[in-house]
């Protein structure tokens, strides 16, 4: 394998055929100080985006992935600006935005046209259509009324509305009229590009595809470029050339989206994707089951961030596990670590359990330690007698409170490198770029991969 810029990543030339990009993301990050006291001493940072990279070019759409609190909005407003970013470039049409002063901003943001989940919030309730989306040729000093009205009338046609519709009232209008309006409105301004954040999803489904589709036609009428950000993987899958799967401030995966959606290449694509719930109510997915929220962007686990989820975390040398059993061990030995194992609330859930038990006291050892395996799905006996031994002296040692001993046990038989290699994004053999250690160290699919549906 050899480490690539993931500039080419999966690349296409934009519709226009230009081989440069639009738009070019280089390690952009966005950290908020946590602050304390009258002096506001800077006591933490939020690492909202931490270092990511991407291209948008001419004519492409692009769209940016993954679950709520991976930092996909802070990622966009932070590329326009509209936060300003602790760290990296943001080149548009070759110049580095970074650098612009407020007049040449004002131009940029002409441009890129922000569109939002809630279109609501960007109309004054009481201008009418036709005023909301020709207010920005007026500020722009177009002041000959039939020409704006002209313009106004060919947008509402061309995303779908009529010109009689230039009258009404934003409260008269549905959710997805709505967003028909906020699209003519951001067109008004005839942009390059228009980065969409969460477009669709505040829509009935049955809508959300003909926005899509609008937004689809609209792109290749204006020639726009796109960027689209969405924790919708169906979304993404119809409307985007290219998508990059963010995960707790970082791209993982990176690359053309039939070839994402076909061959994910991180456990964490494939975890998002086997998430999507197919019409069959007897098909249980993909047998991957991504538990546990996104962990804080103030404190990120170390090596791999999806180590503390992943359920393809590479296994200790010298034990056998079978990869289920050993994603459970690890969730137990995280949240030892975390020190979150409250063994007296697994006693008293055994009093309420077990009639002739009055207090925990009279709950015995043996119990208190299955039951503390039950909670996490843990079999016993493992089907490796080391790795049982192992455990079962780890879990002693918390029942009898000595959690620290059990943390040290665990922390050195059962280590994976995932806790401290951080993997950087690498070309893969399936054409787009990912970061894991599987990866980087040639390791074949884990079980689980073979499940993995490619639609
Ligand atoms: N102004 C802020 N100060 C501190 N932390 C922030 C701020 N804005 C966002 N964050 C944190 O940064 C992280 C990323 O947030 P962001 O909204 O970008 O994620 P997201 O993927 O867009 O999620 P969502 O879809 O829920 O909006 C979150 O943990 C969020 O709490």
């Not at 769209?63 to 709520?68: A, C, H, K, L, N």
């Not at 039939?146 to 060919?154: L, Q």
Request: aromatic fraction near 4%; glycine fraction near 6%.
């Amino acid at each position: 394998m050899i480490t690539v810029s993931n500039r080419s990543a999966g690349r296409r030339r934009g519709n226009t055929g230009s081989d440069e990009p639009l738009l070019s993301v280089r390690n952009l990050k966005k950290h908020y100080p946590i602050t304390e006291g009258i002096l506001s001493k800077e006591v933490g940072r939020v690492r909202a985006v931490d270092g990511i990279d991407f291209d948008v070019y001419p004519g492409e759409t692009v769209g940016i992935v993954g679950e709520s609190g991976c930092g996909k909005s802070t990622a966009a407003s932070s590329l326009i600006r509209l936060e300003e970013p602790t760290e990296g470039t943001v080149r548009f049409d070759g110049e580095d935005i970074t650098e612009y002063d407020s007049g040449e901003m004002k131009a940029f943001r002409r441009r890129v046209q922000m569109i939002f989940q809630d279109p609501e919030s960007s109309f004054d309730p009481r201008m009418s259509i036709g005023d909301a989306i020709a207010e920005p040729l007026t500020v722009q000093g177009l002041t000959d009324k039939p020409r704006r009205n002209e313009i106004v009338a060919d947008l509402l046609e061309r995303v779908g509305l009529s010109e009689s519709d230039a009258d009404r009232y934003p409260h008269e209008l549905s959710g997805g009229q709505k967003q028909r309006v906020g699209l003519a409105r951001a067109l008004s301004m005839n942009p390059d590009m228009i980065i969409a954040d969460e477009p669709v999803s505040a829509l009935d489904v049955s809508i959300q595809s003909e926005i899509l589709a609008l937004m689809n036609d609209l792109q290749k009428n204006f020639g726009l470029s796109i960027l689209i950000i969405s924790h919708n993987l169906a979304v993404i899958r119809q409307i985007c050339d290219r998508v990059a799967v963010m995960y707790l401030g970082e791209v993982v995966e990176l690359g053309r989206t039939d070839e994402v959606f076909a061959n994910p290449q991180h456990p964490y694509t494939r975890a998002l994707l086997a998430s999507i719930p197919t019409a069959d109510p007897t098909d249980r997915g993909m047998g991957v089951e991504l538990t546990g929220d996104v962990p804080s962007p103030s404190n990120p686990p170390s090596g791999c961030r999806f180590h503390t989820r992943c359920p393809e975390v590479i296994q200790p040398e010298g034990y056998e596990f079978d990869q289920q059993t050993w994603r459970r061990v690890m969730d137990l030995r995280q949240k030892l670590d975390d020190s979150a194992l409250n063994v007296e609330a697994i006693r008293e859930m055994l009093i309420t359990e077990v009639d002739e038990y009055e207090t925990t006291e009279e709950v015995t050892t043996a119990e208190t330690k299955a039951r503390l395996r039950d909670e996490f799905d843990i079999p016993k006996p493992l089907s490796d007698p080391q790795a049982e031994a192992v455990l079962e002296s780890a879990i002693e040692n918390i029942v009898t409170d000595n959690e620290d001993d059990a943390r040290d046990l665990l922390a050195t038989e059962f280590a994976t490198p995932c806790e401290t290699q951080s993997p950087a994004l690498e070309e893969t053999d399936a054409g787009q770029t990912a970061s894991c250690l599987r990866i980087e160290n040639e390791l074949p699919p884990t079980e689980l991969d073979q499940t993995v549906r490619s639609d």
